[in-house]
Structures are given as C-alpha cells and as structure tokens.
C-alpha cells in the first residue's frame, strides 16, 4: 500500500485532482468528510466543540452549523487552533483505522488523502509521498470566488488565514500544477499514475524483504 498525502490550499484543486487518481482506481480518504464524521451529534469531537463555542454554532438537529463556526474561527487565530486541537487527534484516529481497512482489503492499494492542512499540521511523517496541487494565490481568489459566491474581500481573508501555497512547495514530492485547463490536469495525474504504481511495488518489496 502506498500512502499518499495529497494537498494544496485552498480552492486550488485538490477534490478535483484526487477524483482523476480515483478515475485511475486509487482509493480516497477525504479529511473534510472525516472531519464531518467526528463533529456529527455523538461523533468524539462533537461534545468538546460545543462546550467551547455553545449551543449557539448547533442547528435545530443538533448537528454543527458550519457556516457559524466557521465565520467564528476564521476571524480569531486562537480559536482556530483551539478548534483544530479538538478535531485533528479524531480525525487522524479515524484515518489511521480507515487506512488499517483498506490494507485488509487491497494490500497493493494506492491511497490518496486529500488533507488540506498537512503541512501546517506536520502530517508528512505519516505519509510516503506528500503531492501538492498547485495554483498561484490569485487563480486561488478567482476560483474561490466563482466556486463560493464570495466577494473579493471574503477570499481574501480566507486565503489569507492559511499558509501561503507557494510556501508549501518546498513540502512536495511531486507537485501538480492545476493552472490550466482541466484536461490537461488530468493527463498530469495519468503521467504519474504508472510511477506511483511502482513506488508501491518497491515499497512492498522493501516491506517483504526486510
Ligand atoms: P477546498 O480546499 O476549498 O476544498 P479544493 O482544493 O478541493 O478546494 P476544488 O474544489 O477541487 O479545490 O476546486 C476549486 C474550484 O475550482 C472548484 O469550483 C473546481 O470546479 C474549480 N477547478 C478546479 N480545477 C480547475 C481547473 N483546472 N480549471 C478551472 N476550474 C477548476
């Protein structure tokens, strides 16, 4: 099994980037919906969150209204990383048991984790391979823009709450340029396709003879 962390910031292409690997027959650990599952009502980051940030962020279902704890945090750096310090340890419990079922499974399986904060969050020891989509900062505001409806004002800030992605380069194994077209994204991904197919047979071969 080969693990590979794939990342970029934001709106620069990763979802995107990581359904071509899937089109390629990689499997997908997506850390948003992870991040979803253990803020769900009874999930293990639900009840800490709401005790830090009240009743006020929850929905009539109890669920967590993202768009309220989002302009929270995304205003306030510590509460941010007071968000971050309960969701990260959850979300890489359940990636780590995701990862243990897709070994059982397919053991020559070539996974693709789409973590928008891996570096920030220093998650590269835990991956073999670290693939950063890449975009320059101001394609990033356009396409977040058209993608969010959000004024030039609000991409801004949430750009500017993150690590710039040009400083994220030197993190990379391989890195994908998302600038132009999408087809042209695509033949990228199946370039490097047959590649990370042999990074994993020499991984396991390592593996078996060690
Ligand atoms: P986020 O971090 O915000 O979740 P992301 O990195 O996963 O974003 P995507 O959602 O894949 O990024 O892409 C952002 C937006 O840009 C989407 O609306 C997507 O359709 C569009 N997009 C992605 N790649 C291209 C491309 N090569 N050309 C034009 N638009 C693109």
Known sequence: MLNIGLTGGIGSGKSTVAQ????????????????????????????????????????????INRE???????????????????????????????????????????????????IEVGLQKYVDLVILVYIPPEEQIERIRTRNGFTREEAEYRLHSQMPIDEKLSFADIVINNGGPLEETRKIVEKYWPELLEREQSKRKRETEQ
């Open 68 to 118: 309220k704890l989002g302009d929270i945090v995304f205003q306030d750096k510590k509460k941010l990383e007071t968000l971050n310090g309960i969701v990260h340890p959850a979300v890489f419990k359940e990636w780590v048991h995701r990862m243990e079922e897709i070994k059982k499974e397919k053991k020559d399986a070539i996974v693709i984790s789409d973590i928008p904060l891996l």
């Open 20 to 63: 071509f690997f899937k089109n390629k027959g990689a499997y997908l650990i997506d850390f948003d919906v992870l991040a979803h599952k253990v803020e769900e009502p009874g999930g293990p980051a639900w009840k800490q969150i709401v005790e830090e940030y009240g009743s006020e962020i929850l929905n009539k279902d109890a669920t």
